[in-house]
């Protein structure tokens, strides 16, 4: 992945759990707590939104990691890093908060493979950096 599509990641990743965040505290709040289930749901949110935050800012290391050069070692797994953070925030917050909307409890299935594509984004990133990225 280039630096440049790493950083829109960044940013609208960014953009969009801050957005979720406030919506969970101030939209959804009331709404889940008429629920049986809600305070339960709230944490799902509160989850989802405080995991595709931090892989943001991820997202922005990986931007700059990318911008330093594309030739040097590790590079391709900085792009493999980004790639399954991409999938890892996606199916991992997005299944919770799904979940927190529906009360689907079965998503609960899906959440666990975003939390392995988050832990191979990391690893690769270690990987880059033990093999010398920038």
Sequence with gaps: MSARVLL?????DGLL???FG???AHGLR???EALEDGVKRLEWWNTASHYQLAHAA???ALAWLASRGAQAPGASLV???GGSFAVGVLLFSGSLYVMALSGIRVLGAV???GGVALLVGWASLLLAAWKGAP
Excluded: Q, W
């Design 111 to 113: 959440t666990p493979f």
């Design 58 to 60: 991820a997202f922005l």
């Design 17 to 19: 759990a801050v957005a």
């Design 8 to 12: 829109m990641i960044a940013a609208l």
């Design 22 to 24: 406030a919506f969970g």
């Design 79 to 81: 792009s493999v890093a």
């Design 30 to 32: 009331k709404r889940f």
